[in-house]
């Protein structure tokens, strides 16, 4: 597998500008002549696909859900962020990229990450022309608030709903696009293969998951912006149909697979409270500006109600543990920190499994401060989410939350251009591996995303499309098309045809519980090899023992599941061998056999690399390759908060 | 707008019959009775859905169809007539925010699709919502091509024009008030996305354009007109208040009047 990063010469601030001057360019009669397909229409895929269409190629763009508003990037509550330094409190590109890359515990890309802070004022703009209504001062200037990981405040934010307002942005444009004909949109259509021919990608095969038709679609360029895999662990704040199979079935066709094991634990979710459970909810990190963590500090206090539990029995313990970041300690940390307080037997809440999972989120001293009227001002929408589902009134009690599974910074690899290793393949937004190493840091997946949409593919793409001839698209009757989607078609009915016994949920949620126990918040070689071996069991029952209701010509969710989780059976295994294999702890892959007291113990001279995932063939393990991280300006140092 | 119970400290379970509505495409649907036991009531509706799912596998027979995806109440996608209800009888939320603890032990449940001319019922539970995508398409934009914004802190937007706008831009496009209408009326929809863009300074520039084109689309879809019942209201899960139609109205009678002080005679391009 060639791994080039393509990362260009010079200067870290110029090598952005220099490349985009380097850039070769389709000419504007030709530009109709290329079909570009987008799959996902979340942020990274609707800025994608819209700047596409303005600058005159012809666009198709796919998404499973019925319409492209309703992509998952609409979930994001907190912010984006943007070195705008509108308050002037000392922030820069530079201290955005330095905020970003050791909050990736510099196990990211270090070129990206600098083109990522570069964009993001342009990020800002862009989104204020069309419409998104962030959140402005009395004056009419945009207002900021502060997030975790940074010292100053640059994320700019639209209530607690912020991703839904930059979704529905990048979707009005999208829809301006579609509306003029240059997009043509399929909703309610998986992908569920990558075609590739001479060894470069020409299209992709869909389900239509309405009439169940198999179909194929050639194109000269195909771009991925299909988000995370968060789903393999079953509960997670992902939305029910996040899936991992796009990008895996684009694996198994020779994409290289970075990092599955970069997997993101948000600390600020509403606890698990029963069997029957489908998902967890985020409250957004947001809340930690004015909310302060803490559990009781004996053991015994755990089973009362928190007002009984006086203010010197209280430990805040992110406060105590690293005071100049305090509740804003980033996600990996403060997730990590709320565990061991649990394991140590002094969480709050419900008991479930012999344990209390989770710790308290207070507004009081907020209130007090503050005025109730002000804090419902700031997380009205969150106290009342929160209210929904606790039944419980965060005004007058604590919140409860708990770490879940969020986002994943893993995915497919890509060189600079966001082009993986398939000629052709294109990977956007949370899709692809490089700009947040081992840990995001709060408000940035918004940044990347559309970062990615609007101002990096569009070039990138160009440049690609320049040397791909006029004449070289190739039609659906290829032998290559034909093949693929009697592969699709083959495994569906196969899907239909195991007539087992146990749903495609009951596979899912056993995945979940795996993943969650052996490759979750912390990890080591005893309990990945475990699950490893755990999974390929659990792989083979499924496929023995699988019962998918429904037919394949209409709408049929559990075929559709079935689907998603036997491609995230594989993938678990290689995320739990990825895992396994890195014999470190960073951000948020934390193996206990490597830590200083709790704090994750990075091993630089050994695993500064991008793992790189090589598919080897049906029921084999895949392969491991390396793409060195070269800092050429930055100076890796350990992580600390204190 | 939050009406929850008190917490139930202790898990209890309820015992449901629920009537859900079957039909396969191209078929006349139909109610199906089922009865579910021991169903917490700290689930939400959809979980309840997911546990009436399982018991049919069990059975060997084909699950409701029905839409969700966020399962937090913001990406629109769930829907579902609950005793009559578009997203059930708790004010401002969606069905899957809607938690058991809202039912009562032994209560009967009927859960429809959405019901409307402009939303044809797919299978079983879930409608296709298109059209309001068309509508979108037709003029729900403001018009700015990636790479010629300006700087963004150049356009003043006082607080209390930005919270407002903010207000209509909550709409979630779920199609609760279409579903709620007894004419199918689309006017809360398109009201609140014409409120957040035409009173906007970045909206100035198409605001005309918008509102015909958008109001046209509407009509052709099949949505009917609004006459003031305000069930679009009562059953909006972004508590969307009913002024938004009011201001569509007015800015469409201004863009009305401004097109044909402006005629020229020539058939107008944004417009009927």
Request: aromatic share 8%; glycine share 10%.
């Amino acid at each position: 597998m060639k791994l080039e990063s393509k990362i260009p010469a010079g200067p870290l601030a110029d090598k952005w500008n220099n490349h985009k001057a380097k850039l070769r360019l389709v000419s504007p009669a030709n530009r109709r002549k290329y079909h570009v397909i987008v799959v996902g229409s979340g942020l990274a895929g609707s800025a994608a696909a819209a700047s596409f269409a303005e600058m005159g190629y012809e666009v198709s763009c796919f998404c499973y859900q019925d319409s492209p508003r309703r992509a998952h990037s609409i979930a994001a509550q907190g912010g984006i962020n943007a070195a705008k330094n509108y308050q002037n409190d000392g922030d820069s590109v530079r201290r955005l990229f330095q905020d970003t890359i050791k909050g990736g515990d510099y196990r990211a890309r270090e070129a990206n990450v600098y083109r990522l802070a570069q964009v993001s004022t342009n990020i800002i703009d862009q989104c204020v022309a069309q419409g998104v209504p962030f959140a402005r001062e009395y004056g009419g200037l945009l207002a900021n608030r502060s997030f975790g990981g940074a010292q100053v405040s640059r994320t700019f934010y639209a209530r607690g709903q912020t991703g839904q307002q930059l979704l529905l942005g990048a979707y009005s444009a999208l829809s301006r696009q579609i509306g003029l004909g240059a997009v043509k949109m399929y909703t309610r259509h998986e992908m569920l293969d990558l075609v590739l021919i001479d060894g470069k990608a020409k299209g992709i095969v869909t389900r239509d998951l309405v009439t169940g038709a198999v179909e194929s679609w050639a194109s000269d360029v195909v771009v991925v912006c299909t988000g995370g895999y968060g789903n393999v662990f079953y509960l997670s704040t992902n939305a029910q149909g996040c899936n991992v199979t796009a990008t895996f079935r684009a694996h198994r066709r020779g994409a290289g697979f970075a990092n599955p094991c970069y997997t993101q634990i948000h600390p600020t979710c509403i606890p698990v409270h029963g069997e029957d459970q489908s998902k967890l909810t985020l409250m957004s990190e947001s809340l930690r500006n004015d909310g302060r963590v803490w559990v009781p500090k004996n053991k015994a206090d755990t089973a009362k109600p928190a007002a009984e539990i006086p203010e010197e029995a209280r430990d805040y313990f992110l406060e105590r543990k690293y005071p100049s970041y305090g509740n804003l300690a980033p996600r990996d940390i403060a997730s990590r920190a709320a565990k061991e307080v649990c394991d140590e037997g002094r969480g709050v809440g419900q008991v479930i499994d012999g344990q209390r999972l989770g710790v308290y989120l207070d507004f009081s001293a907020a209130i007090k401060r503050l005025g109730e009227s002000e804090v419902r001002a700031r997380y009205g929408n969150l106290f009342d989410m929160y209210e929904n589902i606790t039944g419980e009134n965060a005004y007058k009690q604590p919140m409860r939350i708990f770490p879940a599974v969020h986002y994943t910074m893993g995915g497919l690899w890509v060189d600079y251009n966001l082009q993986s290793n398939i000629p052709g393949l294109f990977v956007g937004g949370e899709a692809n591996f490089s700009d947040h190493g081992a840990n995001r840091l709060g408000a940035s997946a918004l940044m990347q995303g559309l970062a990615d949409g609007y101002f990096v593919l569009p070039y990138t793409v160009t440049d690609y499309l320049a040397g791909v001839g006029l004449s070289d698209r190739p039609t659906t009757e290829a032998p290559e098309f034909q093949a693929a989607v009697k592969e699709v078609n083959e495994r569906v009915a196969k899907l239909l045809a195991v007539n087992g016994t146990k749903s495609p949920r009951y596979y899912h949620k056993a995945l979940g519980k795996i993943t969650w126990e052996k490759c979750g918040m912390a990890r080591d070689k005893a309990g990945l090899e475990g699950a490893i071996r755990d999974l390929q069991a659990l792989r083979k029952d499924f496929w023995e023992n699988v019962k998918v209701v429904g037919t394949g010509d209409q709408l049929a969710p559990e075929l559709e599941r079935a689907g998603r989780v036997a491609d995230f059976l594989d993938f678990g295994i290689m995320m739990c061998l990825d895992a396994l294999t890195r014999e470190e702890s960073c951000g948020g892959h934390f193996r206990t056999e490597f830590q200083d007291a709790g704090e994750a113990k990075r091993d630089d001279a050994q695993y500064a690399h991008a793992a790189v995932w090589e598919w080897q063939g049906e029921g084999q393990l895949p392969a491991r390759h390396v793409e060195p991280l070269v800092y050429e300006e930055t100076q890796l140092s350990t992580r600390s908060y204190k | 707008m939050v009406h929850g119970k008190p917490a139930h400290t202790g898990e209890t379970t309820l015992a449901l019959k629920l009537r859900v509505w079957r039909q396969s495409r191209g078929v006349p649907g139909h109610f199906e009775e089922h009865a579910l036991a021991a169903v917490p009531t700290s689930a939400s509706f959809l979980e309840m859905m997911d546990m009436l799912n399982e018991q049919l596998i069990r059975a060997g027979k084909d699950t409701f169809a029905f839409d969700h995806d966020c399962r937090e109440g913001i990406c629109g996608m769930c829907s579902m007539t609950i005793n009559g209800m578009p997203h059930g009888p708790l004010p401002g939320v969606t069905t899957c925010q809607l938690h058991m603890r809202n039912f009562r032990d032994g209560e009967t449940i009927t859960v429809e699709p959405w019901r409307a001319r402009a939303f044809p019922v797919i299978k079983d539970l879930a409608v296709n919502r298109s059209a309001f995508d068309k509508v979108i398409q037709a003029g729900g934009f403001i018009t700015a091509r990636v790479g010629s914004a300006p700087e963004a802190n150049n356009t003043l937007i006082g607080k209390v024009v930005a919270d407002e706008a903010m207000d209509a831009a909550e709409c979630i496009g779920c199609g609760a008030c279409v579903a709620s209408c007894k004419n199918g009326s689309a006017m809360l929809f398109v009201g609140a996305k014409i409120n957040h863009l035409n009173i906007l300074p970045q909206g100035q520039p198409e605001r005309e354009r918008r509102t015909l084109a958008m109001v046209k689309t509407m009509d052709e879809a099949g949505f009917g007109n609004c006459t003031n019942y305000g069930e679009c209201q009562a059953h909006c899960p972004k508590s969307i208040t009913l002024d938004v139609i009011a201001k569509l109205n007015r800015d469409y009678l201004r863009a009305r009047v401004k097109e044909f002080f402006s005629s020229t005679g020539k058939p107008s391009k944004g417009g009927d």
